[in-house]
């Protein structure tokens, strides 16, 4: 079926700093046409950081696309599309913890919005964190919030944690690491 349809043409729309996007002409095998919109994202990495204690350390963060605060594992894009997604993950724990993890755990790849977006973002455990200080951009304003398990899951089936990255996150950790 994939083989039946095919992209003839491709237009940037928009160049960002984070995304561009793209007008895709489509191409099916009857012969009909019709307009997709792409958006192209370098890709990203997230850690979910495990204090001593078991409690998941989380960020606090306003998102303007939301225009509210939300509670997310900590990430950030790459710094190039080439850049391994574990250094990404190393330097945004760090950045936005003020934690250090000297062995991330791969813990699973995710594609935030396959319709139309070819965000991909890898995830990480840190276990065994040590102490830092927190290297925030200068429009950044983040706020550690220490969870357990149990309630980030609460959270998340009552729709209070909607992050796609961190619900992932959240449940893979659970089941990979048979946490409660």
């Given at each position: 079926m994939a083989d039946e349809i095919k992209r003839i043409d491709r237009k940037l729309a928009y160049k960002g700093a984070?995304?561009?996007?793209?007008?895709?002409?489509m191409q099916f095998a009857d012969g009909h046409t019709a307009q997709w919109d792409f958006i192209h994202?370098?890709?990203?990495?997230?850690?979910?950081?495990?204090?001593p204690d078991g409690r998941i350390l989380m960020v606090r963060q306003y998102r303007p696309a939301l225009d509210r605060y939300t509670l997310e594992i900590p990430a950030g894009?790459?710094?190039?599309p080439k850049e391994a997604g574990?250094?990404?993950a190393s330097r945004e724990l760090e950045e936005?913890?003020?934690?250090?993890c000297d062995h991330l755990e791969p813990l699973l790849v995710l594609r935030?919005?396959?319709?139309?977006?070819?965000?991909?973002?890898?995830?990480?455990?840190?276990?065994?964190?040590t102490s830092s200080r927190q290297h925030l951009d200068a429009d950044e304003s983040i706020d550690l919030v220490p969870c357990t398990l149990a309630e980030l899951k609460e959270k998340i089936f009552a729709g209070?944690?909607?992050?796609?990255?961190?619900?992932a996150a959240i449940l893979a950790y659970a089941v990979k690491y048979g946490a409660k």
């Open positions: 984070v995304i561009n996007v793209y007008q895709d002409t994202h370098d890709g990203a990495a997230a850690v979910l950081p495990v204090l894009k790459l710094d190039d574990i250094v990404c936005e913890s003020g934690y250090r935030t919005t396959v319709a139309f977006c070819n965000e991909r973002i890898e995830v990480f455990a840190a276990r065994e964190l209070e944690i909607e992050d796609s990255k961190t619900v």
